[in-house]
């Protein structure tokens, strides 16, 4: 089967910066894909040249079989885009703007309609549709903008962090209606810079640092290919000098690497039940107040801390 998206050595750069560097992969039809990393790291980049708004440095995309360089005008058609920043017209109401963005998809009359009625069902604003924008929630405006890319019935949803600076119960109605669309059979690419919504939704993750790609896989392959790690991260005292404590910890006992945090410590082990005790002795002889301890198992934050060496959340 050919894959709905696939993406060949993807280069942007601004003057001397590389803010994506060599970037290949593949979505499969009724996938979900999550590209997982902090801010900055190329997550937007990549979407803004997969969906035309960008032009590569150098590489090339095809989604559905047309390529974003030379006919992306079919591109777009193939697409629905679910930016990071709210793109909607706060005087105008709901309706107006679905109306407004329906149009820029060739879409009109009796079909227009049906369709502002159906995605508005999905996103479960159909009470609120005559309100005007400027007096809904950020939860709410979030959902209006993922109306906005779903009209025109597109193959592949792009969604760039769209559980930015929401509320929870917003947050877990976007996840579901994620989950919704992907049951239904749309392919979607999904951006986040949290590690729990990447390994609730994804089939597949492709984890990207610094405009890199370097790794990608199901939650369990990731896993299994950097090996079955702990991580136990010490809260310390927000006065210990933690490099001069990180440089002591390094190399004591089955510790295999100490990443520095704004917080305290991250150790990644084989088996944190049974360092634990040797760890939290060693740690108190180098200098740290621990405050509080968290056990991680292998996950998707583990694998990131093993291949980056700093946390996600920093």
């Known amino acids: 089967m050919t894959p709905i998206l696939q993406a060949k050595n993807l280069v942007k750069k601004y003057g001397d910066l590389t803010a994506v560097d060599d970037v290949s992969f593949e979505i499969q ?124 019935k597109p193959k592949l949803l792009f969604m760039d962090e769209p559980t930015v600076g929401i509320d929870p119960q917003s947050r877990r109605m976007i996840l579901d209606m994620v989950k919704e669309l992907n049951q239904q059979g749309m392919a979607i690419l999904y951006t986040t810079h949290y590690m729990e919504e990447a390994q609730e939704l994804s ?61 305290g410590l991250t150790l990644i082990t084989k088996d944190a039940e049974r360092s634990l005790a040797p760890i939290i002795t060693h740690a108190g002889q180098a200098g740290a107040r621990i405050r509080s301890i968290e056990i991680i198992e292998p996950n998707l934050e583990t694998v990131f801390l093993h291949l980056t060496g700093r946390a996600l959340r920093d």
């Not at 150098?58 to 559905?64: E, R």
């Not at 006919?71 to 407004?100: C, F, H, W």
């Not at 005292?237 to 490099?243: N, S």
Request: aromatic share 4%; no cysteine; glycine share 12%.
């Open 203 to 263: 089939d597949r993750v492709g984890i990207i640092d610094h405009g890199k790609l370097i790794a990608i896989g199901t939650q369990d392959g990731l896993t299994q290919q950097v090996g079955e790690t702990d991580s136990i991260h010490l809260e310390t005292d927000p006065t210990d000098d933690l490099p001069s404590i990180a440089a002591k910890m390094e190399g004591f006992g089955e510790i295999s690497k100490v990443i520095v945090e704004t917080d």
């Open 29 to 152: 039809e009724g996938e979900i894909f999550s590209l997982l990393g902090p801010n900055g790291a190329g997550k937007t980049t990549t979407i803004s040249m997969l969906s035309t708004l960008l032009t590569p440095t150098s590489g090339d995309a095809l989604i559905d079989g047309s390529s974003i360089l030379n006919d992306n005008m079919q591109v777009r058609k193939s697409i629905g885009i679910v930016p990071q920043e709210i793109a909607l017209y706060d005087e105008l109401t709901a309706l107006e703007n679905l109306e407004y963005w329906g149009k820029l998809y060739d879409l009109g009359g009796g079909e227009l309609k049906k369709r502002i009625r159906e995605v508005l069902e999905v996103i479960g604003l159909t009470d609120r549709a005559k309100d005007r924008v400027k007096t809904y929630s950020g939860g709410m405006k979030r959902r209006i903008n993922i109306a906005s890319g779903l009209l025109h």
